[in-house]
């Protein structure tokens, strides 16, 4: 119950990459680059296992950017001559890569960072990828002329790393879809037909990664823009519930969300995102669980899995780590508080004041959960 993950990216090491940057600089190259990677992969492992993460990620320390860490393993794109181009229906502008001819893999994308979640971590693991609509929103083309045409040739790309990275023994792959809350209409048009293309045939866990965006000037600006409720969810809702996707993963802690559209996720398991990553500010272990409270209204229990809000990659590395430790420890919290609230009068009484030895179903409670019952403050 309320199993921990998070969206997926994580801030690089100042030895890695420039800091603090959503499109960072490598600090280092060739070979070393690749050292770097591993070891920024190997630590951000161990910081998620001991706060208490459960599905664990390489926190996406292997690509420059959600997107472009894909599209530079594929062949028919020109990253030579990169065009500026607005994206996320010009919410800002970006430097874009352009599709000049047939896509295909160069080869493997993500199996050095499978293979070292694997070997090191006997935890559930997952990789992220950008979903279809994403990328098709974040490159310029001048060859497919078609954006469904070149949706699916991606989808088609997807597959076939999912599908390896599945035989890696990847538990969860997911897939990112920003742009979902952008285009409904295409959303429902043909994203979740590419999506679910993207994960066809997969029997590992599916999950999509939809959200309002890292807390970059652009991304505040815009929600700023859109009300004091967010009801874009409202139209795409329905459809990712008769999706093959597995899970939908949402920013819910400081979101101008209505928490009771989960309840139109009915089937889905839903990553419900309980750290903000816009704000500095370290959740308390007591904010985390009462959002989980409130998203159990609407979520059961057993489908409830607390997240982060979105990717952590621009933020500082210290406050990182405590954002994740309050994550961890929030879960543990909500674990016990419903368990207690599930006993009966009669045994909560008579079990009051006596100290609890493990966690609900005989789980015994992470240690970091224990250790670090609050995070630290600075
Ligand atoms: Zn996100």
Known sequence: MFKTTIAGSLPKPGWLAETNKLWPTW????????????????LWIKEQEDAGIEIVTD??????????????FVEGIDFEHKVKMGIRNNRYDAMVPVVTGPLK????????????LRTHSRRKIKITMPGPMTIVDTIADRHYGDKVKLAMA?????????????????DTIQFDEPAFNVYMDDVKKWGIAALERAAHGLKCTTAVHICY?????????????????????????????????????LECMHSRVPIELLALLKGKDVLVGVIDVASDKVETPQEVAAIIRQALKYVPANRLYPCTNCGMAPM??????????????????????LA????????????KGTPRTSSPGGRTRPRAARRRGSPRRR
């Not at 597959?159 to 990847?170: I, S």
């Not at 006993?343 to 008579?350: E, F, G």
């Open 213 to 249: 965006g890292y807390g970059i000037k652009a991304n505040l600006d815009w929600k700023e823009t859109l009300g004091s409720e967010w009801r874009q969810y409202e139209e795409i809702f329905p459809a990712l519930a008769r999706s093959k996707i597995d899970q939908v993963s």
């Open 59 to 72: 926190g996406e320390q292997s690509r420059q950017h959600f997107v472009h860490g894909f599209l530079e």
């Open 105 to 116: 893999l160069k080869g493997r994308v993500h199996e050095r960072e499978a293979k070292t």
């Open 154 to 170: 991606f989808a088609e790309l997807l597959n076939q790393e999912a599908r390896a990275l599945e035989k890696d023994g990847v």
């Open 316 to 337: 500082d590395r210290e406050i990182a780590i405590r954002k994740l430790s309050a994550l961890g420890a929030g879960a543990e919290l909500a674990r016990s508080s």
């Open 340 to 351: 207690r609230s599930r006993q009966s009068p009669t045994s909560s009484k008579r079990t």
């Open 27 to 42: 600090r280092q190259a060739g070979e070393e680059l690749e050292r770097a990677k591993r070891d920024a992969t190997l």
